[in-house]
């Protein structure tokens, strides 16, 4: 990686600049300050540089449904000026960054790119009829005053941006400079909404002029919308989920590697797919082999990977416009499932048979989590590990100390999507056509649980598919990705070769 500029100062300079400005050159040139640089030189790197504006740019495909979006935030929201920003960049370590990715809220309304999104903000501003909105972003680095070579976020630093204009071809709206919006914003009456927790300094520029409470209300709005999909989010969705079932594929024949090294070779396997076919992955893997597929949540992925243990993968692809696959499938390293595992592993699946059938429009949101429940509550009173009737099990919640978690939750542009959502109109809502969610169920036996037999310990399932809410019932978007043991078994077979 290459370091910042630093430029060599003769000996005697450096003596005169005195210890702050060697040992702080970062700092400066924050400050605009840029030691070692000559006139001659700044002078030379003003000039001789080809036009390159893009002048023939098509709008992104999803202007249409943006602008429909910000239509139906202007008709909730009359007469105020909304403020949604796309974030900042935010430190990884020192003078590195983490890679940007914007605001669901700002992509969603915008169609922003993940590459030149960092510090935008959408406005809105109320007219007699509606909203006019403008779109804020950096404009291209400046040449005369050497900030595309010499600042740390210049254009020969970090790429190429898109001009104010070019901005306005790809998005369909009005572009500014956002280095101006601050100040407008300070000078701005009536009455104001902002997304928060994105930018601290445009939060600041509002301060006397927003409530967390009316703040809250436009989250809230933004977040509900996201809950039925449009035909662009719904093909956006499917895409991730088709590079997702490739990138399974692509850890399936590579398991031999696999168990030579640790789960970081799953990692790793599935990351490459995702920046190949889509921006990053949604979430961060969870590549979990024997007994750390009972760990809902591991990320650390450093475990051996050893045949005869199952192994439970959770990954998505992320596309480039920020929609996201969320897909599980556990499965056995060498291709067969013991007689233990394909009991468990049968069962979940049996569950989530049930809750996927509960998915269809009009049926409320908690029926498909209800219906896999209780299956996973039958078997666990069949097998004996904990006493029935079943009702009794569901009612006192017994079947959760292997069940653990929900199983599912809307998916989109975040991975737990439309979270800010009322519980009324999510949770406690009714499923319509276009609403796209996960059935998840999964059995886990932790490997120190005393209460189920020996050979149960360190087994978890997890099964989990993307399923798209249609006017007659509802569409599996991963069912590319077999399900059932034995079309698990086969499926392994013929991807190994």
Known sequence: MAEELNPAVPDAAADAAGPDESEEPIKQRKNGLYPGVSDELAENMKSGWADTELRDLEPVPQAAETAARRAALSARFPGERLVIPAGNLKTRSNDTEYAFRASVEYAYLTGGRPDESADGVLVLEPKDEGHEATIYLLPRSDRENGEFWLDGQGELWVGRRHSLTEAERLYGIPASDVRELAGALREATGPVRVVRG???????????????????????????????????????????????????????????????????????????????????????????????????????????????????????????TYYTADVTRTLPINGRFSEIQRKIYDAVYEAQEAGIAAVKPGAKYRDFHDAAQRVLAEKLVEWGLVEGPVQRVLELGLQRRWTLHGTGHMLGMDVHDCAAARTETYVDGVLEPGMCLTVEPGLYFQADDLTVPEEYRGIGVRIEDDILVTESGNRNLSAALPRRSDEVEQWMASVRG
């Open 198 to 320: 994105y930018d601290a300094g445009i939060e600041a520029a509002l301060t006397d002029k927003v409530t967390a409470e009316r703040d809250e209300e436009l989250r809230v709005f933004l977040s509900e919308a996201r809950l039925v999909k449009d035909d662009f989010e719904v093909g956006e969705l499917q895409k991730a989920v088709d590079s997702t079932v490739r990138g399974f594929e692509d850890v399936v024949k590579v398991l031999d590697k696999a168990r030579a090294t640790s789960e970081r070779y799953i990692e790793g396997t599935f990351f490459l797919r995702a920046r190949v076919e889509g921006n990053d992955v949604g979430y961060g893997t969870i590549a979990a082999a024997g007994p750390h597929a009972c760990t809902l949540h591991w990320v650390r992925n450093d475990g051996p990977v050893r045949s005869g243990d199952l192994l439970l993968l959770d990954a998505g692809v992320e596309t480039h």
